[in-house]
């Protein structure tokens, strides 16, 4: 079974802070996602990685910058929280080189920035 | 930009019902198509893919594909009440790993 898993389900913090979100997968996938979802928006990209030391901006960028030093730890960071930030933030891992793959989701992370 | 257009519902079906779940796509590059279920609280949960026009059945559920009219849907026969969840369109490119979702749509099934 594939397992995606992130530091924190609850997370408070309060404006202007810097906010680390950290996500690791098992299953030796290449591509690492982070997303944010918020309500009558959906799930929207906000970085991705295709390899370690590797990034690409995705949709929603402002704001956020990532880091990927192992193939297995995909990290969001929040440079200095805002107050829009507050969301539900998930990571999502597969592997690629296939016809068609499939993201795999951690359980998330409900940020508040105060 | 890419678009992903749901319905977000509520949608209520009677349990044993077919409850029928709809999703449009803007990009005619658009190569594969994916559902995913999603409770109240929890991670997007992957319940199929489909990439080739037609159906696709697994279990109670069955994913159509019309790359003619940009037009995907979810049917699920015999509606349980453990299906009520929001439902996930995404779609993407063939070989290009980003996925574009839709908002979801809200599925309540009422025993």
């Known amino acids: 079974d594939v397992k995606v898993t992130q530091s924190s389900r609850y997370l408070v913090k309060r404006t202007g802070e810097k906010v680390f979100l950290e996500c690791v997968q098992d299953m030796d996938h290449e591509n690492m996602f982070w997303y944010r979802q918020d309500p009558g928006l959906g799930l929207r990209l906000i970085y991705f990685?295709?390899?370690?030391?590797?990034?690409e901006k995705g949709d929603i960028p402002e704001g956020y910058s990532v880091s990927r030093e192992k193939k297995e730890r995909f990290s969001l960071i929040l440079e200095s929280a805002s107050t829009n930030q507050t969301s539900m933030y998930l990571c999502a891992s597969e592997t690629s080189g296939r016809a068609v793959d499939t993201q795999y989701f951690g359980p998330g992370t409900r940020l508040t920035v105060l | 930009q890419k678009e992903v257009e749901q319905n977000s519902g509520p949608l209520s079906v009677p349990e044993g019902a077919i409850a029928s779940l709809n999703c449009t796509y803007s990009d005619r590059g658009s190569q594969s198509f994916f559902w995913y279920r999603q409770y109240s609280g929890k991670s997007p949960e992957l319940i199929m893919f489909?990439?080739?026009?037609g159906d696709k059945e697994d279990g109670r559920f069955t994913a159509q594909l019309n790359k003619a009219s940009q037009y995907v849907s979810l049917l699920i026969r015999d509606s349980q009440p453990s299906d009520s969840a929001t439902y996930l369109c995404a779609v993407s490119d063939f070989g290009n790993e980003k996925l574009t979702f839709g908002t979801g749509t809200r599925l309540t099934i009422i025993p």
């Open positions: 990685s295709y390899d370690v030391k590797m990034k």
């Open positions: 489909i990439y080739s026009n």
